[in-house]
């Protein structure tokens, strides 16, 4: 009996080779190409190529000025802070990929979704292929959801759970987790690169033909990237991500892609004994709690999707050895080393000789270049040993040339500060806000177009 043959397909396209490269000649990335069990060729009609038809509307060219344009429909699912990155809430036949670390709380926040849908009178399906009916009804029960009328379905067999869903068309279903969901199909095994991808498309054509949501929750890997093929986040039409330290019982749940809402707009959450509660005012567990202000310490006021929040930056000036350290956690690591240049060139402060560390505090990450005004102030007033006043807020770009850029959203920035009782801010002059604007009147704005004006500013407030 001849021995089954054997492909090797990329686990970042999904793309297969006869033989094991380095590289994939695809895609480009390296060591990805994992061996698998070659499938057996299948009619057209069942294959991703032919079925991947039914993902697209059929009918015949519509000019774009004719067509009828529609807002959609959205169903809240009782979270308001998952309703967020969503943009509002699920949407009738969209698909919603979720992932995150392991026990970082996938489960648990859709498990208390999915009981707020089914109190509003939605039908939901809750499908578990990692735990048996036994342990989601233990989790319910912590969560105070003993009495929940969620159905739940523990199988990972996709014809099955096929099955169900045409027999049950529940408004939402969940489907926890995708790598662990089999066709019968496919003779590879669950988890593997094919199974994923035919498991996700067939899965995505009932929800765009049925009209009910789906959501994936899926593993992720070491690098922080969901599992399996990369193909698998283009073909839904929201991507979710939890962030956070498992140690922390604070979680942030950011939409990375949204074909129904805004992008980059976050969920804050934390973690209690019932479960996971909204944060409505996220802006207080990423600030200070010192009684007085300490050296090395300031508070950035970003702009998290359409979401104003306050961020303390802290920064450690320390003497080194033969080779300085830097080391930034939640802020971009490649970008300290460009803000240390320009801060000795542009603004007189030199730090060749000292290891320095940026944390963004609460586990936040932040990735816009508005951070750079308030990383460089953290840095000036940790080398000095001088504290920024109480009530100190700072947002702005800086450029190669020792300028200061303007943020997108300086205007809702300032605000927000303004609504917590802070009372200085330094920001580019081309955000200084219009006159007459009474929410600022509180607030002592300094405009400054470069990083030397905004050190000697530093000079005069900065408290010893």
């Avoid at 499938?39 to 060219?61: I, K, M």
């Avoid at 036994?134 to 003993?146: E, K, S, W």
């Avoid at 690591?333 to 007189?348: C, F, Q, S, T």
């Amino acid at each position: 009996m001849a021995s089954p043959k054997t492909v090797y397909v990329c686990s970042g396209c999904g793309a297969s080779s006869p033989r094991w490269m380095g590289k994939c000649p695809a895609c480009g990335s390296w060591n990805s190409l994992v061996e698998t069990r070659a499938e057996s060729q299948a009619p057209a009609r069942n294959r991703l190529g032919g079925g991947g038809a039914a993902l697209a509307p059929t009918g015949g060219v519509q000019i774009l000025a004719d067509i009828q344009a529609e807002d959609v429909v959205r169903a809240p699912t009782g979270q308001p802070e998952l309703d967020r990155p969503l943009g509002g809430g699920m949407v009738a036949g969209g698909v919603v990929l979720i992932g995150g670390d392991p026990g970082i709380g996938k489960s648990t926040l859709l498990l208390q979704a999915l009981d707020g849908l089914q109190r509003s009178g939605a039908t939901t399906l809750y499908v578990t292929g990692e735990e048996s009916g036994a342990q989601v009804a233990m989790r319910a029960r912590r969560l105070g959801l003993g009495a929940s009328q969620v159905p739940v379905l523990a199988e990972i067999n996709l014809e099955k759970i096929s099955a169900v869903l045409q027999r049950q068309s529940p408004t939402v279903a969940v489907i926890d987790s995708i790598q662990t969901v089999y066709s019968d199909q496919l003779t590879s095994a669950p988890g593997s690169v094919a199974q994923v991808r035919e498991c996700a498309a067939h899965l995505t054509r009932w929800a765009k033909a049925s009209g009910s949501a789906v959501v994936l929750v899926g593993h992720v890997t070491k690098g922080g990237q969901i599992a399996g093929p990369r193909v698998l986040e283009h073909m839904v039409d929201a991507v979710l991500y939890f962030e956070g330290d498992t140690h922390s019982r604070f979680r942030l749940i950011r939409a990375i892609k949204n074909r129904f809402g805004a992008v980059n707009e976050i969920g804050v959450f934390a973690m209690t004994e019932r479960g996971l509660k909204g944060v409505s005012n996220p802006s207080a567990i990423f600030l200070s709690q010192h009684a007085d202000p300490v050296p090395g310490s300031c508070v950035l006021a970003t702009l998290e999707g359409t979401r104003p929040m306050l961020v303390e930056v802290q920064a450690l000036v320390d003497g080194a050895g033969a080779a300085p350290r830097r080391l930034s956690v939640g802020l971009e690591r490649d970008r300290l080393a460009m803000l240390l240049a320009v801060l000795h060139r542009h603004g007189g402060i030199a730090t060749g000789d000292q290891d320095v560390f940026v944390n963004a505090v609460g586990g936040v990450h932040i990735s816009e270049p508005a951070a750079d005004l308030a990383v460089l102030l953290a840095i000036a007033s940790s080398l000095r040993g001088a504290a920024l006043p109480k009530g100190f807020v700072a947002f702005g770009e800086v450029g190669l040339a020792g300028e200061l850029r303007p943020a997108p959203g300086g205007q809702e920035r300032l605000k927000e500060a303004a609504k917590l009782g802070f009372a200085i801010a330094i920001i580019p002059s081309a955000n200084a806000p219009r006159r007459g604007d009474a929410v600022l009147k509180a607030l002592t704005i300094h405009a400054v177009d470069r990083v030397d004006q905004a050190m000697d500013l530093l000079r005069q407030i900065a408290t010893r």
